[in-house]
């Protein structure tokens, strides 16, 4: 392949291929101890024989290559992201300046507290708000993101229920749950045994009180659900069971509808779990970091883990904050450390960006927008090949079902979502939740003007009438993308999953 | 937009929430603030924090004082890598799962084992998500771990184990302060499906890895090893002395200390783990055209698949961060990272000879040491008035070393911060001038 060739540029190149003998980005400090021989120093069985291939390439280059492999993503600053579930609203800007500050970004999680008292404050401070925001008293920052929030969760009730000496062995997840709920309750040692949902998309009550038996140790409920609906029988689910002694776990992945307007402590529920990757705008980084806080009841608080963020002395800024590490009851460390600080940094300042009326606000409009894109895809031309799959009011998202467009166009969900690519919007959830057919998960979150809600309506609607004529236009998008629909059967059955010297991917030093 | 919904208020939106859960009241927090009060307000928390470039600082005990290279923040802030989700359309995503594949290659590269995956949260965590790996591999009940190993990973271990139904036994440290290989070799049984070790250990130790994994796995068990990666660029990779599966900490590659978090864990494994591995994993293959691309694979491991059967429930991972380790190995790259290690290996041998302190670990360390100290409480009040962090009380963790102290030296640490240091050791009560 020349450098002449148009495709030239197009071909992926890894960095360890960039690498070229001798080059280098790194400069060490000096040298200001004696040199002694690294053989005198270590012991001959514990000295690496070759060095690591890792890339040796210049500063110029080494930016130059992840700059333009960044500019194959696309991203949440780009364009729309309607990511049923993931809750892509904005990043404020500010957030990353913010945990910028040495002061957050250069603390040493095991500074003593007396020198830390600013990013206690700030944890202490966090956790009351997210107290408020889901009406229950007591937080822990701890969990990295939301399954290790459940797995929290489920390890604080068997911890519950053994205090009381009482063992119990299965976890009923509704079928609409999101699959961090099943994998969870296998990891906490449990039985999964799914419930049903009734024709108006909630849990099916019938089915939820003949499993709901003294075995039965915990409900894993999403509120509002994975269809995007809120479950208008949640105070008789918690009844149920709670009755059969069981605890009832939030998963928080949809709180973003309801903030300011009700919350899961009032509902009943004795343990949610706060994505603040989702929620609380910590960007997603493309997988990562995230956060995920739990709150509990006081039936609960024994065993949250340790260490607590504490206030001790007096109120007005006269207590210090303290790192609580006695407690008997407690399930003990999730991870090392005190938890993912830099993104309680970012939440944080959302939460005093929009006070209480602004959290209820961006509610609001989360729930409003998503009912406005509703409404415009329930349109003729669409409605009849993307029909809804529960039809109600939703709250921050709802589910579209592809049936139609795969009977009456012969073209999948998975074809609208590719063709959606050359659009420039990223396409919703596809084929979730599980139970709809073909489904389409769409979440525009409180970000997007209605401008953007219509343009991505008017995709829709695009997309529908180019399949009524020509169907293997969808069939075979994206077209504009830096690659095309890829081989995912053929990764999985022959993994290459690392690069070797040698590798046949692509010609090594382009155009050099 | 209500004409369009046929609504009449946004409240109408909320009808299916029952009455009697509303909230009823506003929710109990501050008015918002505007971007400036915002600012001002958290650099004034920012201000009440002692950070690493206030002060000299020796702590070091899971995270450490690294510098981070200016390219890193540069690139880490583009929207295009801070602000996509999980790539779940790979068309659009390339730049994110290459950057998972450089990343699984050097992770690789450096444990010398050869599949890795994409990141998971942190260190402990990987070594409780290595316990549920053995858990399913062997079915067996017993995990066995090394006091060498960080207390919080061991904390961790055992919090997780609770759930997958298995417990946690520890073996001692000798009094030189390396894992006691008879201990290990008696503790391990029929029933024991994993072995947990450090390289270095927490006492900053160079443990002799393959007598351990020799000894640790002699029964079937999983050797498990967690690493530091920096340390490896002179350190024989685990994956060369019997280790099965290599975790560890990523902090130490580019990432911010943050007080403790988000950085990243990573996950390497032999080859015959790899369809049991925990959380995302890129793979190199073709497009409709015959163009190179990557994709997330051996997706049925996870949770959105296989759901109750998955290999691990975690979902969201650590993506930003692993991607400042691979660009910081990159930075450093082949010769850079030995280079970085010996200089570290150096001074800290430095340090530790300079102080004259009694050696809990007398033998052979590589960026961080164990010493007693008979006036800890004296050295620390000393020290703080001078602006200057002597280390971790390693009492908080082993009460067998009350008095002992662990420091940590990485290239910020000149000789001539660590001479300071030892000026203030020599300053006891009653010995000082």
Known sequence: MSALDPRAGDEAVTIFERSSPGRRAFVAPEADVPEVPVEELLPASQLRERPAELPEISEPELVRHYVTLSSKNFHLDEGFYPLGSCTMKHNPKLHERVAALPGHARLHPLQDPEYAQGALELMWRLQGALSEIAGLPHVSLQPSAGSHGELAGLLLTRAYHEDRGERKTKVLTPDTAHGTNPATVTMAGYEVVKVGTAEDGGVDLDDLRSKATDEVACLMLTNPNTLGLFDRNIEEIAGIVHDAGATLYYDGANLNAIMGVARPGDMGFDIVHYNLHKTFTQPHGGGGPGAGPIAVSDRIEPFLPAPQVLRRGGDNGAGRFVLDHDRPKSIGKLRGFQGNFGVFVRSYAYIRSLGADGLKDASHVAVLNANYLKARLAEEGIAEYLPIAFDRTCMHEFVLSGRGAKEKLGIRTLDIAKRMLDHGVHPPTVYFPLLVDEALMIEPTETETRERLDQFADIVRAILEEAASDPEIARNAPYTTPVRRLDEAGAAKRPVVRWHPGDAGAPANDGQ | ?433
């Open chain 2, 1 to 433: 937009m209500l004409g369009a919904i046929g609504a009449g208020s946004v409240e109408e939106l909320f009808a299916d929430i029952p009455e009697s859960v509303r909230l009823g009241r506003e929710i109990d927090l501050p008015p918002g603030l505007s971007e400036q009060e915002v600012h001002d307000h958290l650099a004034a928390l920012a201000a009440r924090n002692r950070h690493a470039d206030a002060e000299v600082s020796f702590l070091g005990a899971g995270m450490y004082d690294h510098y981070v290279p200016a390219l890193i923040d540069n690139l880490l802030s583009r929207s295009e890598f801070l602000t996509p989700y999980t790539p779940y359309q790979p068309e659009i995503s390339q730049g994110g799962l290459q950057v998972m594949f450089e990343f699984q290659t050097a992770i690789s590269e450096l444990t010398g084992l050869p599949v890795s995956n994409a990141s998971v949260y942190e260190g402990p965590s990987a070594v409780a998500a290595a316990g549920y790996l053995a858990k399913l591999e062997t079915r067996r009940t017993k995990l066995v771990a090394s006091r060498g190993l960080h207390p919080h990973s061991r904390a961790a271990l055992r919090t997780h184990a609770v759930g997958y139904g298995m417990e946690v036994e520890e073996i001692p440290l000798t009094g030189e302060g390396e894992t006691d290989v008879e201990a290990l070799a008696a503790a391990i049984d029929d029933d024991t499906a994993a072995v947990f070790v450090q390289q270095p250990n927490f006492l900053g130790t160079v443990e002799q890895l393959g007598e351990l994994a020799e000894a640790g796995g002699r029964t079937g068990a999983l050797v498990v090893c967690a690493a530091d990666p920096l340390t490896l660029g002179i350190l024989k990779p685990p994956g060369e002395q019997g280790v099965d599966i290599c975790v560890g900490e990523g902090q130490t590659l580019g990432n911010r200390l943050d007080f403790g978090g988000p950085s990243f864990g990573f996950f390497a494994a032999s080859e015959r783990f790899l369809r049991k591995m925990p959380g995302r994993i890129a793979g190199e293959t073709r497009d409709v055209d015959g163009r190179r691309g990557f994709v997330l694979t051996l997706q049925t491991r996870e949770q959105h698949i296989r759901r109750e059967k998955a290999t691990h429930n975690i979902c969201t991972a650590q993506a930003l961060n692993a991607l400042a380790g691979v660009v910081y190995l990159s930075w450093l790259g082949k010769r850079g990272l030995v280079e970085l290690a010996e200089l570290m290996l150096r001074r800290t041998h430095y340090a530790r000879e300079s102080l004259g302190l009694e050696a809990i670990n007398p033998v052979p360390v590589v960026r961080e040491f164990a010493v007693r100290v008979p006036d800890l409480d004296g050295l620390f009040e000393r020290a703080r008035a001078e602006r200057i962090n002597p280390g971790y009380r390693l009492g908080h963790d082993y009460p067998e070393y009350e008095d002992g102290l662990l420091v940590a030296i990485t290239e910020r640490r000149t000789r001539e911060d660590i001479d300071r240091l030892a000026r203030l050791v020599g300053e006891r009560a009653g010995v000082a001038a």
